[in-house]
């Protein structure tokens, strides 16, 4: 058959192979070149065993190229509907004429099919893959005859082994065909001598095995009594076929315990071979001394069987007996391809959904790790603290960004959880407390030291800036906004050599969870940090967010209004050498 749609679904499966290697597997780049090549010379090994097969293929079409111009010659709608048998076996030679040439002698053509000779069991998947690739029509309308002369046989063992050859050729001829083929079989046995004679000799007739009976191979498919016993006939041509009749019986029962038992056995273990029709055909051309029949006709009279008439002519291929052979439908070479690519996308899509279940789970314990790393670090190792808070930091800056832009092909297939990591990110990441500013000493007269105190908090309401349980700005707290950003360019301006920490803490009651109002008031803080920052030219890095929740209160959140002088965003700034300074200019 065409050799296409199997290109097409090893270039299919190699790329899909170097995208799950490059994009979904977690491995280094070695082992993926290493893979690489790997696939790379599987694909390669493939083409040369398929390239290799079609010279085979080539050399094995001489036989069927003179079938083109016979099948020419048929009326279309004939040429199309007649079913094809390749003929095989140590009698298959004698349906066709020998004085042709090879191409022309090894094709016969007859009113209900089309012969086609196969000298060697071994080449029946090669005739049949060449048949169909240059004649795809045929799909379905293929059959395998076989035809057997036991009498050129002397052992016993070698015929039941060539006959294990067949059944093996036929198994193979199925799988590339995609379901089985039809088997016929025919048995040429040598009773010249009991058909011809020198002045009357009997019609020869084709008899055909159904049921472990026989019969006529005819219209009406006659049992073998009504042949012998048929009133029109003379007494002498009677006498000849009732002499007749036992030799047909028993090479009947000598195929079905030899011939049948052999095509059916459970000893090979491959499919049996059941015949769909078995025929006898009582005249032979060639024999040898000592064969098999000859051993069964002595051990059932005790007298050898004489067969001395030579037949000169050919036998006519037994029409009748596949002229309503079975047609199947198997899958065109299109419905092949395309189960064949549908199963390649399952494992293909297998191989990615695993890949992805790997990558998400390295990716979801690396940023639990970082969250369990940074907890075990105590909370009065400020450098090492900040350290981890930065690891934090970019692992919910990389979230934020799969959560806009989309996470990467390598993490999805429906299998992405990294959003579930937000909260407890935001949560570990509030307990941040900066490390506090060492007192300013300052020497004055004699030995006495001076502390600046820090600047006053600057203490803004919550219900000025935010809707209950909200953590957006609402509309109208700018000017409370803008006082609080005044008072902080004043502070600042009142020690403009100093660098500061500015230090935005969110305050709610004691109303509801405490893990949401801790989240609430570091939200809270974060939007008044962000409000400054796009009005003002402060950089972020000025900045330290913190969320308290209801752990400082000002005042017992026992009342309605100790729970509303609690509910605040407090701004303090903390002199730092290292952070920002405000200019005049700003």
């Given at each position: 058959?065409?050799?296409?749609?199997?290109y097409?679904?090893?270039?299919y499966?190699?790329?899909?192979s170097?995208?799950?290697?490059?994009?979904?597997l977690?491995?280094?780049?070695?082992?993926k070149?290493l893979?690489?090549i790997?696939?790379?010379a599987?694909?390669?090994g493939?083409?040369?065993?398929?390239?290799?097969?079609?010279?085979?293929l080539a050399?094995?079409t001489?036989?069927?190229?003179?079938?083109?111009?016979?099948?020419?010659?048929?009326?279309?709608?004939?040429?199309?509907?007649l079913p094809?048998?390749?003929?095989?076996?140590s009698?298959?030679k004698?349906?066709?004429?020998?004085d042709?040439t090879?191409a022309?002698?090894?094709?016969?053509?007859?009113?209900?099919?089309v012969?086609?000779?196969?000298?060697?069991f071994?080449?029946?998947p090669?005739?049949y893959?060449?048949?169909?690739?240059k004649?795809?029509?045929?799909?379905?309308r293929?059959?395998?005859?076989?035809?057997l002369?036991?009498?050129i046989?002397?052992?016993?063992?070698?015929?039941?082994?060539?006959?294990q050859?067949?059944r093996?050729?036929?198994?193979d001829?199925?799988?590339?065909?995609?379901?089985?083929?039809p088997?016929?079989?025919?048995?040429?046995?040598?009773?010249?001598?009991?058909?011809?004679?020198e002045?009357?000799?009997?019609?020869?007739?084709w008899?055909?095995?159904?049921?472990?009976?026989?019969?006529?191979?005819?219209?009406?498919?006659?049992p073998?009594?009504?042949?012998?016993n048929?009133?029109?006939?003379?007494?002498d041509?009677r006498?000849?076929?009732?002499?007749?009749?036992?030799?047909?019986?028993e090479?009947?029962?000598w195929?079905e315990?030899?011939?049948?038992t052999?095509?059916?056995?459970?000893?090979?273990p491959i499919?049996k071979?059941v015949?769909?029709?078995?025929?006898?055909y009582?005249?032979?051309?060639?024999?040898?001394?000592e064969?098999?029949?000859?051993?069964?006709?002595e051990s059932?009279t005790?007298l050898?069987?004489?067969?001395?008439?030579?037949?000169?002519?050919g036998?006519?291929p037994p029409?009748?007996?596949?002229?309503?052979?079975?047609?199947?439908?198997p899958?065109?070479?299109?419905c092949?391809m395309?189960?064949?690519?549908?199963?390649i996308?399952?494992?293909?899509?297998?191989g990615?959904?695993?890949?992805?279940f790997?990558?998400?789970?390295?990716?979801?314990?690396?940023?639990?790790?970082?969250?369990?790393?940074?907890?075990?670090?105590?909370m009065?190792n400020?450098?090492e603290?900040?350290?981890?808070?930065d690891?934090?930091?970019?692992?919910?800056?990389?979230?934020?960004?799969y959560?806009?832009?989309?996470?990467?092909?390598?993490l999805?297939?429906?299998?992405?959880r990294?959003?579930?990591?937000v909260?407890?990110?935001?949560?570990?990441m509030?307990?941040?407390?900066a490390k506090p500013?060492e007192?300013?000493?300052v020497?004055v007269?004699?030995t006495?030291?001076i502390f600046?105190?820090?600047?006053?908090?600057?203490?803004?309401?919550?219900?000025a800036?935010?809707?209950?349980?909200?953590a957006?700005?609402?509309t109208?707290?700018?000017?409370?906004l803008i006082?609080?950003?005044?008072?902080?360019?004043?502070?600042?301006?009142?020690?403009?050599e100093?660098?500061?920490?500015?230090?935005?803490?969110?305050?709610?009651?004691?109303?509801?969870?405490?893990l949401k109002?801790e989240?609430?008031s570091?939200n809270?803080?974060?939007?008044?940090?962000?409000?400054i920052?796009?009005?003002s030219?402060l950089p972020e890095?000025?900045?330290?967010?913190?969320?308290?929740?209801a752990?400082?209160?000002l005042?017992s959140?026992d009342?309605?209004?100790?729970?509303?002088k609690?509910?605040?965003?407090?701004i303090?700034?903390v002199p730092q050498s290292?952070?920002?300074?405000w200019?005049?200019?700003?």
């Open positions: 058959m065409s050799d296409y749609p199997k097409i679904q090893i270039i499966a190699l790329v899909l170097l995208l799950l290697l490059f994009v979904f977690p491995i280094t780049i070695g082992w070149i893979g690489s790997i696939v790379f599987i694909a390669g493939c083409f040369w065993q398929m390239l290799r097969y079609r010279r085979v050399a094995s001489a036989n069927i190229q003179f079938l083109t111009e016979k099948l020419d010659l048929l009326p279309a709608r004939q040429r199309y509907r094809i048998l390749l003929v095989t076996g009698a298959a004698d349906f066709f004429p020998e042709l090879l022309q002698s090894n094709v016969l053509v007859s009113s209900e099919a012969w086609i000779y196969v000298d060697e071994s080449h029946l090669i005739v893959d060449s048949l169909i690739a004649w795809p029509d045929m799909l379905g293929v059959g395998v005859f076989l035809a002369n036991p009498e046989e002397d052992k016993q063992g070698l015929f039941v082994a060539k006959l050859a067949f093996q050729s036929w198994v001829t199925c799988r590339i065909a995609k379901y089985q083929l088997v016929y079989l025919s048995v040429h046995i040598g009773l010249n001598d009991l058909i011809y004679d002045y009357n000799p009997l019609p020869v007739y008899f055909q095995s159904v049921n472990q009976k026989l019969y006529l191979l005819d219209s009406y498919l006659s073998i009594n009504n042949w012998v048929d009133i029109k006939i003379p007494s041509e006498e000849r076929r009732l002499r007749l009749r036992p030799f047909l019986n090479t009947q029962s195929f315990t030899n011939v049948l052999t095509l059916i056995s459970d000893k090979q499919a071979c015949p769909s029709g078995v025929v006898i009582p005249t032979n051309k060639t024999l040898i001394n064969n098999i029949m000859q051993k069964l006709w059932a005790t050898s069987l004489p067969n001395t008439h030579t037949i000169q002519g036998i006519t029409d009748s007996l596949i002229k309503f052979m079975p047609i199947a439908y899958f065109s070479h299109m092949s395309v189960c064949g690519l549908i199963m996308t399952s494992l293909f899509i297998m990615c959904l695993g890949a992805s790997c990558n998400n789970v390295k990716f979801i314990s690396q940023i639990q790790n970082d969250i369990h790393h940074y907890r075990l670090i105590p009065n400020y450098e603290k900040r350290q981890a808070l690891v934090l930091k970019n692992d919910k800056s990389l979230l934020n960004e959560f806009t832009q989309g996470e990467p092909i390598r999805g297939m429906g299998l992405y990294g959003s579930q990591l909260e407890p990110l935001n949560v570990s509030s307990d941040y407390v500013p007192p300013e000493k020497i007269e004699k006495e030291v600046k105190e820090p600047p006053p908090s600057i203490r803004l309401d919550s219900l800036l935010f809707e209950s349980g909200q957006n700005l609402k109208g707290s700018e000017k409370v006082n609080a950003l005044v008072d902080i360019k004043k502070q600042m301006n009142t020690n403009p100093t660098g500061w920490l500015i230090i935005i803490a969110g305050h709610t009651d004691s109303v509801g969870d405490e109002n989240q609430l570091f809270r803080a974060m939007s008044v940090r962000d409000w920052l796009k009005a030219d890095t000025c900045f330290a967010i913190q969320g308290h929740g752990k400082k209160p005042v959140n009342t309605l209004e100790g729970r509303a609690n509910r605040r965003v407090e303090n700034l290292s952070n920002c300074i200019s005049r200019e700003n």
